[in-house]
């Protein structure tokens, strides 16, 4: 496939949006309001359900929209129903918009980041600005962490907001130029559909989190490069399907955490580096339990 951008008489089918819906009915309509603005292009949406209880309210909402939905027929978890969503699209879609459903496109963002994405052939992700609901940059476009950035991270970060670690990975200082990055949020994604079939889209190993910071390291290992357009924007302005279950939440982050980094450190010489993180990890599992 040419990596050169195409010209007149392209599929109308170029760019796809791909979420994921789990009791999403407080947030999936005005996303999916949003998607109509954000590409001046004819772009596929597709929702795949994790099996909702509200599934059939969340189809109805979904296909009023114009968009497709897709039952997973199983909670499998997030990068698992991206790729059954991205499986379902149809072969000319040469560009997938990965986004949370609580996640509210600006005008224009799609047709911003796929112009990023055009200018080189060794592009294969592109995030936007991801913003808080209060208007503050969410720190979106990370290093990929290494097992020093891993344990000083999880051991300082809620007891030393400024540790050098924490900002090293969070990449904190200008969000307003374009730069690489380590991994995109999985939270608003542009992947090139060609990569992300050849890396097997998400590694379905990890149920939540840490699905994105794989992939873009997966992304980087293939000597491509993951960018940031500061341009294209989108506001991730939360919701409540996940309210009430923050201690599951928080094993299934620092899980994830340790097998991305025990699976990145693997060597059988690095085992007592592993033994320092899983407890470092633990450690701050029940320290933020406890705030």
Not at 72 to 94: H, K, T
Not at 173 to 201: I, M, N, Y
Request: glycine share 10%.
């Amino acid at each position: 496939m040419s990596d050169r951008p195409e010209q007149g008489g392209a599929s109308p089918h170029r760019a796809a949006i791909v979420t994921v819906s789990y009791e999403s009915g407080d947030v999936l309509p005005a996303f999916l309001a949003s998607t109509a603005a954000a590409s001046s292009r004819d772009v596929e949406v597709v929702v795949a359900d994790n099996d909702s209880a509200t599934a059939d309210a969340l189809r109805r909402v979904t296909e009023t929209a114009g968009a497709r939905f897709v039952a997973v027929g199983a909670n499998l978890g997030y990068g698992a129903a991206v790729n059954r969503a991205v499986a379902s699209l149809d072969p000319d879609v040469r560009w997938v918009l990965v986004s949370n459903p609580d996640v509210v496109l600006a005008p224009g963002a799609l047709d911003r980041l796929i112009a990023t994405a055009e200018t080189d052939g060794t592009i294969g992700a592109v995030g936007p600005r991801l913003l808080e609901p209060d208007g503050a940059v969410y720190p979106s476009a990370r290093l990929v962490p290494s097992l020093r950035t891993g344990l000083g991270h999880a051991v300082f970060a809620n007891v030393w907001q400024g540790n050098p670690w924490t900002k090293r990975y969070r990449q904190d200082g200008d969000h307003t130029v374009r730069r690489d990055a380590g991994w995109l949020s999985g939270a608003c994604v542009l992947v090139r559909r060609d990569v992300f079939d050849r890396l097997g889209g998400f590694d379905e190993a990890y149920f939540m989190y840490f699905e994105d910071v794989d992939l873009g390291w997966r992304i980087g290992r293939l000597g491509l490069r993951n960018v940031y357009e500061p341009g294209a924007v989108a506001t991730h302005v939360g919701g409540t399907a996940t309210r009430g279950s923050s201690e599951r939440m928080r094993r299934a982050h620092h899980e994830s955490a340790y097998r991305f980094l025990a699976g990145k450190y693997a060597a059988w010489w690095l085992w007592p580096l592993r033994a320092v993180l899983r407890v470092a990890l633990s450690v701050r599992a029940r320290a933020t339990r406890t705030r």
